[in-house]
């Protein structure tokens, strides 16, 4: 089948009229347009179409196909007698279909949200086969930072999941209920502010991680049930009530929403400790209690439905993560079976402590609870839903040597039939080219594992970068056998621990990050000097300072055991490249820039001690002083003695405070030094044994920045200490 520019006449595209499907039709006629140069325009009895979805002319085809085994988003790309039909189960499956059928037939790519390749063609030409796609699991998403703010490339790269943003601008809509975030949201089902005073039993209150800026809260849950772990009707109020009546609700707004998460406090192994839960802990372990409890939400709730003369047909998710990441099962059975998983239970499976992120969840080095974990939820469920990580967030910057394994974990997933995949990456800041890269990868891998990835990841690199794919292909290259030989000898990545074994600056030779440094200089240098135009120029500079900012970022933290001591030079380099890419995060709560003064409004206060030293509140007056030139905006100052309550308290500290005790126990010996400035979390620490004007001075002239708004001050991240003049 042939259609070109004298062709095109005899061409429509149908759709039932839908939002979702005139969108689809929009699409393909654009890029059509782009390519070919010639239009497809909406179907009025010409002799041949591109069926899009059901219609008079497709009911018959598709009822002769059959969408059920297609996997919620599959699709159906069928050719046949000078027709084209693109079918699937849903709307956002025949979009898909559609961007299929843009790659398959005309070589387009949509590399990420500030990138499209369309080749030019003179012609379309399908091919007489029937094209049959279906993902390897019913929800995916590699969750980087375009794929977690644009809904439009979720579409592009065939992805749908909890965290990808609504499309209802496409016509489209979640299948998740977004009225409360989709993650660690127990306490929006039972809050402890109402119900603290009335039923304290409810909460379980505890130090996060044994710190002691602020406390956290657990459910209890076996609050509201018997003994033998059934809904007891006798108590009027309880967690487990409070927690049906709370999704009762929550359906009741968004009666169109399939899912809803129910899920744990972040990150924590704290638990209830009433005698109830200690005998269920006994003999269930946490996770079956989180069973037996999400086993009763259901069943209260379909109990509900039905006295409204309803089904039940929602799905609720619960997490297996930190203290109830072990399965309840016993040689491979269940403990109980109370604990099995309801048929409309989904468990979210996220092996953050357990897993080692240095390999493939089935390679014989992984840990070995990973394995038994994974087993040991697949025979309670078919249900598991997937949460895996793929970064260090602590450092985003650092290179992640996973993408080797990327392809094995996603064929495990496809073994398990997984109903749905999560990659986390770099979500929350602008662009990590990493995460980028990766999530292309997986967009091809998510409909078909058996792909190479090497070739997707030179497609990505060669269109992405240009005139610097060479050096960014090298240089990617270069980092893989560069970890893949530390591996072989025992070396551990990490998500989170930077320093003593991840970032240990003997297992990084600088000559050598240095030599990839000059590698992606020298593509930037190239790119400077070609003929293309100005602005092609600037976008490739730009790319290629996402690269570069790797291996600055990986100098300039251990600038201080390669130098012996600060390295301005590459410090300036890394916030200028900052800078220049438009990111002000280093990690997922470590920033780069943090807002000082913003929309005539000051986020931060200057705090002396109760009794401050006349050097000390000269200090505070002077900041206050150049900030108020600078905004117009006067910064309070305060005298305080106070902890505050939480790591990421906004604070300038000017001397010696009960906050700046709190974050450096082990004390600060400034003898010898003229000034020290710090930032931690987002608060300020400007002290000095010798002249606190010193430090002061330090942060008005390196610290403060114009940000981007108008009146805006930011406060560069970062760690200054001046030696005294001898």
């Known amino acids: 089948m042939q259609i070109d520019r004298i062709s095109c006449a005899d061409y429509g595209i149908i759709t039932?009229?839908?939002?979702?499907?005139?969108?689809?039709k929009a699409e393909l006629e654009k890029f059509i347009r782009k390519a070919c140069g010639f239009s497809i325009l909406a179907y009025t009895n010409q002799a041949h179409f591109i069926s899009l979805g059901v219609n008079e002319k497709s009911a018959s085809l598709i009822e002769e196909y059959g969408v059920s085994d297609l996997n919620e988003d599959g699709f159906y790309i069928v050719p046949k007698n000078g027709n084209v039909y693109i079918f699937g189960q849903s709307e956002k499956s025949v979009i898909f279909g559609v961007y299929e059928f843009l790659e398959l037939y005309l070589g387009v790519r949509f590399i990420s949200r500030d990138c499209e390749y369309v080749p030019v063609s003179e012609k379309l030409i399908v091919e007489e086969k029937t094209v049959k796609r279906v993902p390897i699991s019913g929800q995916r998403t590699y969750l980087c930072s375009s794929a977690y703010e644009d809904a439009l490339v979720n579409l592009r790269y065939k992805y749908t999941?909890?965290?990808?943003?609504?499309?209802?601008?496409?016509?489209?809509?979640?299948?998740?209920?977004?009225?409360?975030?989709?993650?660690?949201?127990?306490?929006?089902?039972?809050?402890?502010?109402?119900?603290?005073?009335?039923?304290p039993e409810f909460f379980s209150v505890y130090q996060y991680k044994g710190f002691r800026l602020f406390d956290a809260v657990e459910l209890c849950y076996t609050n509201g049930l018997t003994e033998d772990?059934?809904?007891?009707?006798?108590?009027?109020?309880?967690?487990?009530?409070?927690?049906?009546?709370?999704?009762?609700?929550?359906?009741?707004?968004?009666?169109?929403?399939?899912?809803?998460?129910?899920?744990?406090?972040?990150?924590?192994?704290?638990?209830?400790?009433?005698?109830?839960?200690?005998?269920?802990?006994?003999?269930?372990?946490?996770s079956g209690i989180m069973m037996v409890f999400m086993n009763n939400v259901i069943a209260q709730a379909r109990k509900r439905f039905a006295e409204q003369g309803k089904t039940f047909d929602k799905k609720l998710v619960t997490f297996a993560y930190s203290a109830t990441v072990n399965p309840p099962v016993k040689d491979g059975k269940p403990i109980s079976p109370k604990v099995i998983p309801d048929k409309d239970l989904h468990i979210r499976y996220a092996p953050l402590d357990a897993a080692n992120y240095t390999y493939a969840f089935d390679d014989p080095r992984q840990n070995e609870c990973i394995r038994t974990q994974i087993e040991g939820w697949s025979a309670l469920t078919k249900n598991i839903m997937l949460w895996d990580y793929n970064c260090c967030f602590f450092d985003y910057f650092l290179y992640f040597a996973n993408l080797s394994y990327l392809k094995r974990n996603l064929q495990l997933c496809e073994r398990i039939g997984m109903s749905y995949i999560m990659k986390q990456g770099a979500y929350n800041i602008g662009t990590v080219w990493q995460d980028e890269l990766k999530s292309y990868v997986c967009s091809k891998l998510f409909w078909n594992t058996a792909l190479d990835v090497e070739e997707i990841v030179k497609e990505y690199v060669s269109i992405y970068f240009g005139l610097g794919a060479e050096e960014v292909l090298a240089f990617i290259q270069r980092m893989e056998s560069f970890f893949a030989e530390k591996i072989a000898r025992g070396f551990h990545l990490s998500l989170g621990e930077t320093k003593a074994g991840f970032f240990n600056p003997k297992e990084y030779p600088l000559e050598f990050l240095q030599e990839m440094e000059a590698l992606l200089d020298g593509a930037i240098q190239k790119v400077q000097t070609s003929a293309l135009s100005a602005e092609e120029k600037a976008v490739f500079v730009k790319r290629l300072q996402t690269v570069l900012i790797t291996p600055v970022r990986m100098i300039l933290r251990n600038a201080e055991a390669y130098f012996g001591g600060e390295n301005i030079a590459y410090e300036e380099k890394f916030y200028?490249?900052?800078?220049?890419?438009?990111?002000?995060?280093?990690?997922?709560?470590?920033?780069?820039?943090?807002?000082?003064?913003?929309?005539?409004?000051?986020?931060?206060?200057?705090?002396?001690?109760?009794?401050?030293?006349?050097?000390?509140?000269?200090?505070?007056?002077?900041?206050?002083?150049?900030?108020?030139?600078?905004?117009?905006?006067?910064?309070?100052i305060e005298k305080d003695n106070a902890i505050y309550p939480a790591y990421w308290e906004r604070g300038i500290m000017v001397g010696k405070n009960a906050m700046t005790k709190e974050f450096y126990k082990e004390g600060l010996d400034l003898s010898g030094y003229a000034y020290f400035a710090d930032v931690k979390g987002w608060c300020v620490f400007l002290d000095s044994d010798y002249n606190v004007m010193d430090a002061a001075k330090v942060f008005v002239e390196e610290y403060l920045r114009t940000g981007e708004k108008e009146n805006a001050l930011e406060i560069v991240v970062k760690k200054r200490v001046g030696k005294l003049k001898k």
């Not at 979640?174 to 039923?199: A, C």
């Open 16 to 24: 039932d009229g839908s939002k979702g499907l005139e969108f689809a």
């Open 161 to 199: 999941a909890d965290y990808c943003p609504e499309a209802e601008a496409y016509g489209l809509r979640s299948k998740w209920y977004k009225g409360i975030p989709s993650s660690h949201n127990s306490n929006l089902y039972v809050p402890y502010e109402k119900y603290k005073d009335t039923h």
């Open 229 to 286: 772990g059934e809904y007891d009707e006798s108590v009027d109020c309880s967690v487990i009530s409070v927690t049906v009546d709370s999704l009762m609700k929550y359906i009741a707004d968004d009666p169109e929403a399939k899912y809803f998460m129910f899920g744990r406090v972040d990150n924590s192994n704290a638990r209830c400790h009433c005698p109830k839960c200690e005998k269920a802990r006994a003999e269930y372990g946490d």
């Open 576 to 636: 200028a490249l900052a800078d220049a890419i438009g990111v002000k995060r280093q990690g997922e709560v470590v920033p780069i820039f943090i807002d000082f003064v913003s929309d005539n409004q000051s986020k931060y206060k200057l705090i002396t001690g109760q009794s401050p030293t006349q050097e000390e509140l000269r200090a505070a007056e002077y900041i206050q002083r150049c900030v108020f030139e600078k905004t117009g905006f006067t910064v309070p």
